[in-house]
């Protein structure tokens, strides 16, 4: 079983609207979560930290389910910047990040 | 500018020869990782290093060397016994708060 899966996608979605992606992973260890963001052909970033209360940064929300296992992104008010392949990634331990697939996401006008 | 920068972006190489792509860093971090991204996978851990002169092996290292002489520094080899090089190659170094990740050298073997 994978340390961390995720829908591969393609999310197609028109303008403005709500999109939501989610995200299990394996190890019930696992300490801390976040979600990455990567352009075509460019390195991933640091789109935003998952905690265990939930957190929302502007259009974005993130949530965590420890009993269940899984990590959800929803972005609201789809823009197109928002077009992008979205990780999410789970951190055992002082070094093992483990990064899901990624999910695609296509925002159309 | 802080940052992390690999070089060169791209890289042709024919089959049976080592390469090198390079990393640096000047945030200060001591930790420092290589990652490889192939379509349609996650990223996969080829070395990590926590400190200066010491290095890890990750999920994926056959095939791969590294060296770890300078805090700024952590070049990836990639030699002849790697039976697939050709990928997308992501060096990053690491706070305690998040990973930050290099543009990547993309590497094709022929």
């Known amino acids: 079983r994978k340390e961390v899966e995720q829908d591969p996608g393609p999310f197609n979605v028109p303008e403005g609207a709500t999109v939501a992606f989610n995200c299990t992973y394996s190890?019930?260890?696992?300490?801390?979560f976040f979600w990455y963001r990567q352009d075509c052909r460019k390195e991933p970033k640091l789109l935003m930290s998952?905690?265990?209360s939930g957190n929302e940064d502007g259009r974005f929300t993130a949530q965590l389910n420890r009993a269940s296992q899984y990590i959800s992104l929803l972005i609201r008010d789809s823009k197109l910047s928002d077009s992008a392949t979205y990780l999410c990634v789970v951190k055992t331990g002082a070094n093992n990040l483990f990064f899901g697939t990624g999910t695609r996401l296509t925002v159309i006008p | 500018d802080g940052g992390i920068t690999q070089s060169p972006k791209y890289l042709f190489r024919k089959e049976g020869q080592n390469v090198t792509l390079s990393c640096e860093q000047n945030?200060?971090?001591?930790?420092m990782y290589w990652y490889r991204q192939d379509p349609g996978q996650g990223l996969r851990l080829i070395y990590y290093s926590q400190i200066v002169n010491d290095f890890q092996k990750g999920d994926i290292a056959e095939g791969y060397s590294v060296s770890r002489e300078k805090k700024e520094s952590f070049p990836l080899t990639v030699t002849s016994a790697q039976k697939n090089p050709t990928a997308f190659y992501l060096c990053?170094?690491?706070?305690?708060?998040?990973?930050?990740f290099g543009p990547g050298t993309r590497l094709t073997v022929t």
């Open positions: 990053a170094s690491s706070d305690v708060y998040e990973q930050y």
């Open positions: 190890n019930s260890a696992s300490q801390s």
């Open positions: 945030l200060n971090h001591d930790a």
């Open positions: 998952v905690y265990s």
